[in-house]
Each structure stands twice: as structure tokens, then as C-alpha cells.
């Protein structure tokens, strides 16, 4: 992995991933699809297995006093068979914005509208288990309303709150009141498939790499988490309600979701990149050291950090992509301002370039007609990319000072994040 986005790389970890997932499982006697081994509810069962197999033997058979228990392996069974039935619920269209949000019931949403084999996720057991998890694991300060941006208030490394890739704890706790999961309405879906189309437009390395790591997008309704990854639950990435909207600062809802997915995105395909091959910091470094870091009050440690590195390189990237979408003060006949890229103003998918809204189409029929940004909104996102640098060069440097913690692999990425801070000044 490198800062550069790389779709073909990142399916090829997915794929090893589901393989691993599939042999945990085969092992407590459970088989699944490749499939189902990507679903980040088959993933946590994934983890639950793996505790069960490292616990003592005779912890896994009924006992004499409790002839009429489960063992562990029937409990996961159940469990598996119960995720089948609700998979089989959400894919009828019985839940409200699932797998394809055209054929949800209920729903108005142009097929099309989300350009990701992607779950507009429901509220369901495994993901209310990781919200309670990430809420258990912010300090105290952040336990307050955080109205700041990506990073802020979430476990920001991208593993699970607690246990750090080992084992969930299958305590089934609440969360408490602050973040909940909430289901997707109709406008919230079609915010997402605008926030694609900018990403297809102005950068679609990154649109194709997403494609390859996201698997569920989760609500959050509360102001306690802004967004997280949990890799108890590898391919959900969870965004706070309020990212869809503009923001008090004038950027507009789909360049700040666009934003929130590049970020936990970019902490999806570290965690599957940082198991599927090399490490990115040596034995016992990514935890021993605390060190402070630009997107949390309270000391990270290593691998928190390196993969804010990663994060704020990235979202430099995007937004000097979004820069270059250039605004255009005219309106076309449809009433939308129209822009493209400066040059040829065409995507290489042959979309009309540019936008923030994928609004409808031209009069041809065949392209999508987006909005572009209007002055103060080109203004608000080159605010938030100085911003980003700035967040970028104090985590650059302050890594660098590390550097004998990263392995050679995890040297190459902090390059590629210096060289992305070096080109901007």
C-alpha cells in the first residue's frame, strides 16, 4: 500500500482477507461463501470464533451440571444462520436502504444513485456493538459534542476500540446515549450517490479503490463520533448524519462526505493492508509508544498516528483534485452551474465533468448534468485544504521523529506522505 490509491491491490487484500475469514470459521465448523466472508457481520463472527478456539478445550463442550447447553460452536451456528435470514430480509427489500436502494421498499431512488456494490447499512446487531465499543473508548472531553471534522472524536487508527484486532468482546453492552446507528432516508441515499459522483469525477483512483473496500456505510445520529472503522467489523465504515449536509464553514454536503469516505475509507485499506502483507511498524512499536497527533487531544500511539499520516495525505490530495474543479459563474439552460475540469472537461468515464450534485441529465440524454460549487464554496474548500496541510506537515514531522519504529514498508508510505507536503510548500 501507498498513498496513492490502488484498486487492484486493495481487492487483492480483500480477497485474502475473506479467505482468512472463511478458514477462522472453517475451523469452528462453519462455512460460508467468499461472499459472505466480506460481510462485516460474518467478520465479527470471524473474531467470536477465534476467542472461542484459543479458550480451553473443555470450555467448548456441555457440561454435566449444564447438560442442555449450547456449546460455543452451536452458538455460532445459530449466529450464522441468523445473519443468513437477515441478509435474505435486507436483500427482499424489507429493510429500508440496503445492497441496492432502487429495489429497497419504500424507496424513490433512481437506480444508479450509488455507484458502489455498496450497503446503505440498517441498524443491526454487529454494528450497534461496535458503536458501543467506539464510544467506550473515547476520553472523557470527547465524550462532549465535537462539531469538528473527520477525525475528531473517533478511535482515529481504524482498529476495534478495544481488544486491537484481537478478539470482540461478545458483551452485547448498549451504547450509551450520544451515537446511535439510524436508518438511510431517501434524500440521505441520494446525497451519497452526489458525493460518488464527485468522487468519479474529480478523482476516480480513489471512487475505485472505495468500491473495493467499502462493504457497509452506517449512519450515526449524535454528536458523540464524527466517524470510524472497526476492524471487528472490516468493511463498515460509520459517518455521522450531519456530514451529508453543508457545513457552518460553507462547504457543501457532498465534498464533506466525499471527505469522510476517502478518510475511513483510507483507514479500511490500511487495517486490511497492514495484515495481508508486511507491517507497517515493527514488533511492538505500534502500541508502546504514545505520541501526540493532529486530529486528537489525547496521545495516540504509533499506529494511530501513521495512519493519520496516511488519512491527512489523502485528503490533501482530494481537495487539490476538488481545487481544480473549476467554477463556472454563467448558469446553463437547465438553471445548474455547470464545471468541469480545466482542460478538456471531461471525465475518463466521459460523465460531464465536475459537480457537486448529480442533478439529472443533459438534454442528449446520456450525461450526468452536476452543480458545481459557487464562489464561496471554491473559497471554503481551498480554506479546508490549507487547513489539511497544515494537519498533514505537524504528522509528517512528527512520525519522521519515529522513523526507527516503521518497518521498510511503512518508511515508503511516510516518503510518499513527506513528498505530498514537499510539492505544497
Same mark, same amino acid.
Given at each position: 500500500?501507498?498513498? #496513492?490509491?490502488?484498486?487492484?491491490?486493495?481487492?487483492?487484500?480483500?480477497?485474502?482477507?475473506?479467505?482468512?475469514? +472463511?478458514?477462522?470459521?472453517?475451523?469452528?465448523?462453519?462455512?460460508?461463501?467468499?461472499?459472505?466472508?466480506?460481510?462485516?457481520?460474518?467478520?465479527?463472527?470471524?473474531?467470536?470464533?477465534?476467542?472461542?478456539?484459543?479458550?480451553?478445550?473443555?470450555?467448548? +463442550?456441555?457440561?454435566?451440571?449444564?447438560?442442555?447447553?449450547?456449546?460455543?460452536?452451536?452458538?455460532?451456528?445459530?449466529?450464522?444462520?441468523?445473519? /443468513?435470514?437477515?441478509?435474505?430480509?435486507?436483500? %427482499? $427489500?424489507?429493510?429500508?436502504?440496503?445492497?441496492?436502494?432502487?429495489?429497497?421498499?419504500?424507496?424513490?431512488?433512481?437506480?444508479?444513485?450509488?455507484?458502489?456494490?455498496?450497503?446503505? #447499512?440498517?441498524?443491526?446487531?454487529?454494528?450497534?456493538?461496535?458503536? @458501543? /465499543?467506539?464510544?467506550?473508548?473515547?476520553?472523557?472531553?470527547?465524550?462532549?459534542?465535537?462539531?469538528?471534522?473527520?477525525?475528531?472524536?473517533?478511535?482515529?487508527?481504524?482498529?476495534? =476500540?478495544?481488544? &486491537?484486532?484481537?478478539?470482540?468482546?461478545?458483551?452485547?453492552?448498549?451504547?450509551?446515549?450520544?451515537?446511535?446507528?439510524?436508518?438511510?432516508?431517501?434524500?440521505?441515499?441520494?446525497?451519497?450517490?452526489?458525493?460518488? =459522483?464527485?468522487?468519479?469525477?474529480?478523482?476516480?483512483?480513489?471512487?475505485?479503490?472505495?468500491?473495493?473496500?467499502?462493504?457497509?456505510?452506517?449512519?450515526?445520529?449524535?454528536?458523540?463520533?464524527?466517524?470510524?472503522?472497526?476492524? =471487528?467489523?472490516?468493511?463498515?465504515?460509520?459517518?455521522? /448524519?450531519?456530514?451529508?449536509?453543508?457545513?457552518?464553514?460553507?462547504?457543501?454536503?457532498?465534498?464533506?462526505? %466525499?471527505?469522510?469516505?476517502?478518510?475511513? *475509507?483510507?483507514?479500511?485499506?490500511?487495517? %486490511?493492508?497492514?495484515?495481508? %502483507?508486511?507491517?507497517?511498524? +515493527?514488533?511492538?512499536?505500534?502500541?508502546?509508544?504514545?505520541?501526540?497527533?493532529?486530529?486528537?487531544?489525547?496521545?495516540?500511539?504509533?499506529?494511530?498516528?501513521?495512519?493519520?499520516?496516511?488519512?491527512?495525505?489523502?485528503?490533501?490530495?482530494?481537495?487539490?483534485?476538488?481545487?481544480?474543479?473549476?467554477?463556472?459563474? *454563467?448558469? *446553463?439552460?437547465?438553471?445548474?452551474?455547470?464545471?468541469?475540469?480545466?482542460?478538456?472537461? /471531461?471525465?475518463?468515464? $466521459?460523465?460531464? @465533468?465536475?459537480?457537486?450534485?448529480? $442533478? *439529472?441529465?443533459?438534454?442528449?440524454?446520456?450525461?450526468?448534468?452536476?452543480?458545481?460549487?459557487?464562489? &464561496?464554496?471554491?473559497?471554503?474548500?481551498?480554506?479546508?485544504?490549507?487547513?489539511?496541510?497544515?494537519? #498533514?506537515?505537524?504528522?509528517?514531522?512528527?512520525?519522521?521523529?519515529?522513523?526507527?519504529?516503521?518497518?521498510?514498508?511503512?518508511?515508503?508510505?511516510?516518503?510518499?506522505?513527506?513528498?505530498?507536503?514537499?510539492?505544497?510548500?
Amino acid at each position: 500500500m501507498r498513498v #496513492a490509491p490502488d484498486a487492484a491491490q486493495s481487492a487483492a487484500e480483500r480477497t485474502v482477507l475473506a479467505r482468512t475469514t +472463511r478458514s477462522a470459521l472453517a475451523r469452528a465448523g462453519l462455512t460460508v461463501t467468499p461472499a459472505e466472508a466480506a460481510h462485516p457481520a460474518v467478520v465479527e463472527l470471524a473474531h467470536i470464533a477465534q476467542r472461542l478456539l484459543r479458550a480451553d478445550p473443555a470450555d467448548q +463442550r456441555p457440561t454435566e451440571q449444564s447438560p442442555m447447553e449450547q456449546s460455543p460452536a452451536e452458538r455460532l451456528g445459530l449466529r450464522l444462520a441468523q445473519l /443468513r435470514a437477515e441478509n435474505a430480509e435486507d436483500a %427482499a $427489500g424489507d429493510s429500508e436502504y440496503v445492497a441496492d436502494p432502487a429495489r429497497a421498499a419504500g424507496a424513490d431512488v433512481p437506480p444508479g444513485a450509488v455507484d458502489w456494490p455498496v450497503d446503505l #447499512a440498517v441498524p443491526r446487531p454487529h454494528l450497534e456493538r461496535s458503536v @458501543a /465499543r467506539a464510544l467506550r473508548a473515547l476520553p472523557p472531553p470527547r465524550r462532549q459534542p465535537d462539531h469538528g471534522r473527520p477525525g475528531h472524536g473517533q478511535p482515529d487508527d481504524g482498529r476495534p =476500540a478495544v481488544g &486491537d484486532r484481537g478478539p470482540v468482546p461478545d458483551d452485547g453492552l448498549p451504547a450509551t446515549p450520544g451515537s446511535v446507528v439510524v436508518r438511510w432516508r431517501e434524500r440521505e441515499a441520494g446525497a451519497l450517490g452526489e458525493a460518488a =459522483a464527485l468522487l468519479a469525477v474529480a478523482w476516480p483512483e480513489a471512487h475505485r479503490e472505495l468500491g473495493t473496500v467499502l462493504a457497509q456505510i452506517a449512519l450515526l445520529e449524535g454528536p458523540a463520533i464524527d466517524g470510524f472503522t472497526d476492524f =471487528a467489523v472490516h468493511g463498515a465504515v460509520f459517518v455521522r /448524519r450531519d456530514r451529508l449536509a453543508p457545513g457552518p464553514d460553507g462547504l457543501p454536503g457532498p465534498v464533506r462526505l %466525499a471527505e469522510a469516505l476517502v478518510h475511513e *475509507g483510507t483507514h479500511t485499506r490500511c487495517n %486490511a493492508a497492514s495484515v495481508t %502483507a508486511e507491517p507497517f511498524l +515493527r514488533p511492538a512499536q505500534g502500541d508502546a509508544r504514545l505520541v501526540s497527533t493532529p486530529l486528537r487531544i489525547d496521545p495516540r500511539p504509533l499506529s494511530g498516528l501513521f495512519q493519520q499520516v496516511v488519512v491527512l495525505a489523502r485528503s490533501v490530495l482530494l481537495y487539490e483534485r476538488l481545487l481544480d474543479l473549476r467554477p463556472v459563474t *454563467g448558469r *446553463g439552460a437547465t438553471g445548474r452551474a455547470v464545471i468541469g475540469r480545466s482542460g478538456s472537461g /471531461r471525465s475518463a468515464g $466521459g460523465r460531464s @465533468a465536475g459537480g457537486w450534485s448529480a $442533478g *439529472g441529465r443533459s438534454a442528449a440524454g446520456s450525461e450526468t448534468v452536476l452543480d458545481g460549487p459557487t464562489v &464561496d464554496e471554491a473559497a471554503a474548500i481551498r480554506a479546508r485544504h490549507g487547513e489539511l496541510v497544515r494537519s #498533514a506537515v505537524e504528522g509528517v514531522s512528527t512520525l519522521t521523529r519515529h522513523r526507527d519504529a516503521l518497518t521498510e514498508r511503512g518508511a515508503a508510505v511516510l516518503a510518499d506522505a513527506a513528498a505530498v507536503i514537499r510539492a505544497r510548500g
